[in-house]
């Protein structure tokens, strides 16, 4: 029984990560398809990497995504402390329209904002797509910061006040140190969140300006084009070292917790 | 100070989550020329679209179903493996590639000259065309959720006491009645999460039927992106929208559990 729990456990890893390695695998195909390998060629990759507009795209997925993600951080942390310090039930009511906009279709969100946009004439470009990956990714934060707080034991905050510091001290020296982890998490979560959207950004944004997953929809639509696969190569090894990275430091910090 | 805090949340909240709602249920009563109208309604109730709702309800029910039996088991050998956490990882590291991407690898496997086709000639099997058919939207539509389904699944089962297991078994309960008794209704608040975050998502795709069906699948979210998009009918999309809000409702309604996994845990 364990055996076929392994086994299936493989294949399944396997079937997951096939389209990614078949993506890698052709983007060095000097025959310019996905079917049949010719011959080993890097020009997919030098004429992604010398288009100066598809550099520009690139610079504006991760500036759009480390902008929203750091002010949604910030919003998502004044609505987790707001919420905390409020009775059960309203929390339940606000934590329930959070709820709704995490669960709500990217279609939704997308053409909802393109009508507040328009009607607010605004011309759709970086500012209408930064404002619209941050509507998506308070609610995220605020849900991951809410249960750092609750962990958080009460009287650390009695005891701060007693001794005579206000409300500011008390969050920025006493509550915001705690529930750092909490922080971070969101924060990365809505760096994900921004990083992986294509649905809102499709909707709010205009002609002149353009995030990686939208070029390459409508780069997807006229076909196959091998400078595609050599993106994803790019974009999946630096994911993978993000993640190994991340991976050894969070085990070195279990083994350093375990030795204190 | 409190009030302080919530100026700016609840500012956002109300500017970019319920203004823009509302404004889309305003607009749902507005026709192509600007006028107050039900027409749109009245359309939404006429048998094409009931037709295109139906048919995107079934494909969103196919593609949660099949999620789920894959995951399912998946997330049972996952728990049993001893560094869980690694493998999860493994596991869910895919879903930090951009869909647009995978999605995009499919073309290539599905093709008519793709590698699909090709294990099948070594076999002898005829050549098929399954790029274009719903079949090959069902199964990228898997293979995209099957991470999101699988983590509600994992916490659920991996929160589950051991010596519950155990005791069921020294009292004589079989494997089936073990899975039955014990695992499956312990994890229904798991199974619910996951019906949630892939149903509701399923309803809405557009860029995979775009993509892989070539139009030939519509669901609710082709049809909004269309009218908003393509056809310049805000109005109209607004009423599908508002439809697809009032259904997303009540699944969460249909769905709602006690523990809350909605949210990917790291």
Redesign the interface.
């Known amino acids: 029984m ?1 055996k076929i ?2 086994i ?2 493989l294949v ?2 396997l ?3 096939f ?2 390695f ?2 890698m695998f ?1 983007s060095f195909n000097s025959a310019g ?4 390998f010719d011959g080993f060629t890097l020009n997919y990759y030098k004429s992604v990497l010398t288009d100066s507009r598809m550099l520009v795209i690139i610079l504006n997925t991760i500036a759009v995504a480390l902008i929203s993600s750091s002010i949604a951080t ?3 942390l ?2 987790a ?2 919420l905390y ?2 009775k059960e039930k309203s929390r339940k009511m606000l934590l329930a ?13 997308g ?6 946009f328009t ?1 607010a004439g605004m011309s759709l470009g970086s500012v209408s797509v930064i ?1 619209a990956h ?2 998506f990714s ?3 934060t ?3 910061i809410l249960p750092k707080l609750y962990s958080m034991n009460p009287s650390l905050v009695d005891a701060a006040k007693d001794l005579g510091a206000d ?2 001290t008390t ?1 920025i020296k006493v509550i915001i140190p705690y529930i750092k982890p909490g922080i971070i ?1 969101g924060f ?2 809505a760096l ?1 969140y921004s ?2 959207d ?2 809102v950004t ?2 709010v944004t205009g002609s002149g300006f353009s995030l ?2 939208v070029e ?2 409508s780069m ?2 006229r076909g ?1 084009t091998l400078e ?1 696969n050599a ?2 190569t790019i ?2 090894v630096v ?2 070292t993000c ?1 190994f990275i991340y ?1 050894l430091i969070s085990k070195r910090q279990e083994k350093l917790r375990g030795r204190v | 100070m409190k009030k302080l805090l919530l100026i700016p949340y609840a500012l956002w909240m109300l500017i970019f989550v319920v203004f823009p709602l509302l404004l889309m249920a305003a607009y749902s009563f507005i026709d192509l020329s600007g006028n107050i109208t039900l027409n749109n309604y009245a359309s939404f109730f006429s048998s094409n679209y009931i037709q295109m709702t139906l048919s995107s309800f079934w494909y969103a029910f196919l593609i949660t179903l099949f999620t789920l039996i894959v995951s399912y088991p998946l997330a049972l050998a996952l728990n049993a493996t001893k560094r869980k956490t690694i493998w999860l990882l493994i596991i869910i590291l895919p879903t930090w590639i951009n869909l647009l991407l995978k999605t995009y690898a499919f073309i290539g496997i599905f093709g008519k000259n793709g590698i699909l086709n090709d294990i099948f000639a070594v076999f002898n099997i005829d050549e098929i065309q399954l790029l274009f058919s719903d079949t090959a939207f069902i199964i990228v539509s898997v293979y995209i959720f099957l991470p999101f389904m699988l983590l509600p699944l994992f916490n659920a089962i991996s929160g589950i006491d051991n010596n519950l297991l155990n005791a069921a078994k020294d009292l004589g309960a079989t494997r089936v009645q073990v899975f039955s008794k014990i695992i499956l209704p312990l994890t229904a608040d798991g199974i619910k999460a996951g019906i949630q975050v892939v149903f509701i998502p399923s309803l809405s795709l557009f860029m995979i039927t775009r993509l892989i069906t070539g139009n030939k699948v519509i669901t609710l979210g082709t049809a909004i992106e269309q009218q908003f998009l393509t056809n310049e009918n805000w109005g109209m999309g607004s009423t599908i929208g508002i439809f697809l809000v009032i259904f997303m409702l009540l699944i969460m309604v249909i769905t709602s559990g006690k523990s809350d996994n909605r949210v990917m845990k790291l």
């Open positions: 364990k729990a392994n299936f456990l399944s890893i079937l997951l990560y389209p990614i078949y993506l052709y398809n996905m079917s049949h910030l919003i998502g004044c609505g402390l707001y310090n409020i329209v959070n709820n709704v906009m995490i669960v709500s279709p990217d279609v939704i969100i053409a909802s904002l393109l009508i507040l009607l404002l941050i509507a308070v609610p995220i605020v849900i991951l409300t500011k969050i998490a990365f979560m994900t990083l992986d294509f649905a499709f909707f990686l997953s390459v929809y997807a639509r196959i595609i993106i994803s974009v999946f994911v993978f993640v991976y």
